[in-house]
């Protein structure tokens, strides 16, 4: 096999870099270490993300998650789902998305809750 070559291992450019796909992964990761089962869907225009089960109670839940590399103004779709089983997840990697050691911050809120203060 021989020695790896180091260029393999660099930071991509930036705009090749998707944020959101990155808060799905950590996402589905933070819910594995809790004990659910998370199934990533892949696609580029989706309505969810992340496909929950709890083998606890044995319920599903859906998330739509949306990522920033900045701190603000996460988009959102203009038709949101009102289902009490849907709900987003934001995260932000605040200003610091090349930065390994910094944590993101992330927000949980039921799909329900959204529809009620949407404003377009």
């Given amino acids: ?5 180091p260029r393999m291992f660099r930071p991509r ?7 959101n796909l990155a808060s799905e ?3 589905a990761s933070l819910l594995f270490r809790l004990g659910y089962e998370a199934s990533i869907t ?3 225009t ?6 929950v089960y709890d083998p606890e109670t044995q319920k599903q839940i859906t998330i739509d998650v949306k990522g920033l590399k ?3 103004n996460w988009v959102m779709p203009r038709k949101l789902s009102e289902r009490d089983d849907h709900f987003f997840v934001l995260v932000t ?3 610091r ?9 992330v927000y949980t809120i039921p799909s329900r809750k959204v529809t009620k203060r949407a404003l377009f």
């Fill in 1 to 5: 096999m021989g020695q790896s070559d």
């Fill in 13 to 19: 450019a930036r705009a090749r870099i998707s944020s």
């Fill in 25 to 27: 992964y950590y996402v």
């Fill in 42 to 44: 892949l696609g580029k």
């Fill in 46 to 51: 989706k309505e969810i993300d992340l496909l």
């Fill in 70 to 72: 900045n701190t603000t």
């Fill in 93 to 95: 990697f605040k200003n």
């Fill in 97 to 105: 998305f090349d930065d390994l050691d910094t944590i993101p911050e």
